[in-house]
């Protein structure tokens, strides 16, 4: 098939003058085309390559070209499992301790144990934890129904823990640990194919694993950890459905007789893209996210709507006059059923345990109001097990608008991204000579799990940030909106919720993607392919500066994040702020 568009059409964005706009957002750093000069490739641009190393820098290494193609395509693996590998060893290393229910384990790992054994929450006794820890074989499961206020997904994910390892604290967190650590090899992956780079693949990874924040919240058996890794699995399938939908045009554009894949009109405006099946899998995701905490929902509409555009973005670069129209003829409704419907499936199959036993709390609440008011219209068009789910999430939903108990952490999210008011979970003050107090000190020590990021990576992320905007809005750069979406989709929610008790932890959610943003930024400090060597050396060792003291950072607050006993002195040096206290 080809173009019934002129040729110069084709080729005039190529050569055309910038539109005034684009000359007027030169002050701000905007760079138009130049006149004349053509930019990459249309297959290029449609799926970019993945940048490969120099010969120069295989005959530093001592390698041949041969070999340093064999390293190179392994590395795209290897890198990103040894980073993971890593990041496992940190978060597994004696997960267990402190061996104590911290925050609200109190709440999660009951209602998991009881969830995983029975298929619903119980109302468990307010004094059970210390049995709990002492004998945990002697705890008997309540049958009586627990009131909980979030979806089951999250206690699933803790619960199949406790079942491999046992109802003690490393089963409650070993789950949670797990996917702390497969979100770093995700974060691997999702980089290394945004910047076409393994390197800096990895170095998002690499600051991933040393989070606090996500170091600690893969060590605790809370559920926004869980969220977190169903938010970026549905993150990363968007990605790779991206690419695969771009390969589908790319192979369906002419070429011409020098073998140029040409745009064509026809093909991108009236293309249909057919099963797309990565796009699915990411609304499973997002019905899990959703299943696990419900600020999963503002994740699914945000990500849905990002899905859109790059169908809007291919299709324009794939030669479409009007790409708006092309994609509501013929992605939007595909898209919206991959995503919705498929969220709201997976949604409610992770209630199974609720819906197939009778004990549930509001289980029978169908069938108790119909002998009241005798049924109605929706008795007889719904089944009770939906009709009493909807009843239970609608109280559940009172429940979290009004919940604005004062509580001694709680944070504007004005305030997360500098770290304004971080979460202690656990603190003791050990006596000399006691739970790894030296004998020696004078005073009594400081032993303390506190949710708090790394300093000096979040701090960076704030300039990140203002560089992934400026570098979507001005430059266009869809990595740089996508990374910006995924922070916007995790926290600009919760700004609705001024009166509402919330906490810096829920943060975790995003963290992913302000590594991503303080990656992309380091990756403009070294500098883009074709800058001199000098440029490059200056901007090389800039970059790893940073990392090398975001790194120390980590290690610095390493005692905090893993109740380790400490002099009082130490923690007082650690507490930066008068806040974390």
Request: hydrophobic fraction near 50%; proline fraction near 7%.
């Amino acid at each position: 098939m080809t173009s019934t568009a002129p040729e110069t059409l084709q080729g005039q964005r190529a050569v055309e003058e910038p539109p005034s706009w684009q000359q007027r957002l030169r002050r701000f750093g905007y760079t138009p085309p130049p006149k004349g000069v053509a930019g990459p490739g249309l297959r290029e641009r449609l799926v970019p390559p993945y940048t490969r190393p120099s010969e120069r820098m295989w005959s530093l290494l001592g390698l041949s070209a041969g070999a340093g193609e064999r390293v190179w395509r392994l590395a795209g693996w290897g890198g990103p499992l040894l980073v993971a590998l890593v990041a496992g060893v940190l978060r597994f290393w004696n997960l267990g301790k402190p061996h104590a229910v911290i925050f609200d384990e109190t709440y999660y790992a009951k209602d998991s144990w009881a969830l995983i054994n029975q298929g619903y929450e119980g109302a468990w006794p307010k004094d059970i934890d210390k049995t709990i820890l002492n004998d945990p074989d002697s705890v008997l499961i309540p049958t009586d129904p627990g009131y909980v206020v979030h979806p089951p997904m999250g206690k699933w994910v803790i619960g199949l823990g406790e079942k491999l390892i046992g109802f003690e604290p490393f089963g409650w967190r070993f789950m949670v640990a797990l996917l702390g650590t497969l979100s770093v090899l995700m974060l691997c992956r999702i980089g290394r194919r945004l910047f076409r780079s393994t390197f800096l693949g990895c170095l998002a990874g690499l600051l991933l694993a040393v989070d606090g924040l996500h170091f600690v919240m893969s060590r605790t058996a809370l559920l926004d950890q869980v969220l977190m890794f169903f938010v970026l699995a549905s993150f990363a399938c968007l990605v790779l459905d991206r690419d695969w939908a771009r390969r589908r045009l790319a192979a369906a554009l002419p070429v011409d007789e020098e073998g140029v894949l040409r745009p064509d009109a026809d093909v991108a405006e009236t293309l249909r893209l057919g099963w797309r099946p990565w796009r699915i899998a990411a609304g499973v995701s997002l019905g899990l996210a959703a299943a696990t905490k419900w600020n999963g929902l503002y994740v699914m509409v945000a990500f849905g709507l990002l899905t859109v555009l790059w169908d809007v973005g291919a299709r324009r670069t794939a030669g479409a006059f009007r790409p708006y129209v092309a994609v509501l003829k013929r992605d939007l409704i595909p898209a919206f059923v991959s995503v919705v419907p498929v969220a709201i499936v997976t949604y409610l199959v992770t209630w199974t345990g609720w819906i197939v036993t009778d004990k549930g709390y509001f289980r029978n609440w169908a069938e108790e109001q119909d002998k009241i008011d005798g049924g109605g219209f929706w008795s007889a068009v719904l089944p009770d097990w939906l009709r009493s789910l909807w009843h239970y999430e609608s109280e559940v939903y009172t429940f979290h608008v009004g919940l604005n108990s004062p509580h001694t952490y709680e944070s504007n999210p004005w305030s997360w991204i500098v770290l304004g008011r971080p979460v202690s979970y656990f603190y003791e003050s050990p006596a000399p000579g006691t739970a790894g107090c030296p004998s020696t000190a004078t005073e009594k020590c400081a032993q303390e799990v506190l949710a708090l990021g790394t300093p000096l990576l979040w701090w960076a992320a704030c300039f990140a940030i203002l560089y992934v905007l400026w570098r979507w809005f001005f430059r266009r750069d869809w990595r740089a909106g996508a990374i910006a979406c995924g922070i916007a989709a995790g926290w600009l929610p919760w700004f609705l919720y001024q009166e509402r008790t919330i906490f810096l932890f829920y943060a975790v959610v995003f963290v992913p993607f302000l590594c991503l943003a303080v990656t992309m930024m380091l990756g403009a400090m070294i500098g883009p392919a074709g800058s001199s060597e000098r440029r490059r050396t200056f901007g090389a060792v800039g970059a790893g500066v940073l990392v090398l003291l975001i790194v120390w950072n980590f290690i610095y607050f390493w005692p905090i994040y893993t109740g380790t006993s400490i002099p009082m002195d130490q923690w007082r040096n650690r507490m930066w702020l008068d806040t974390w206290v």
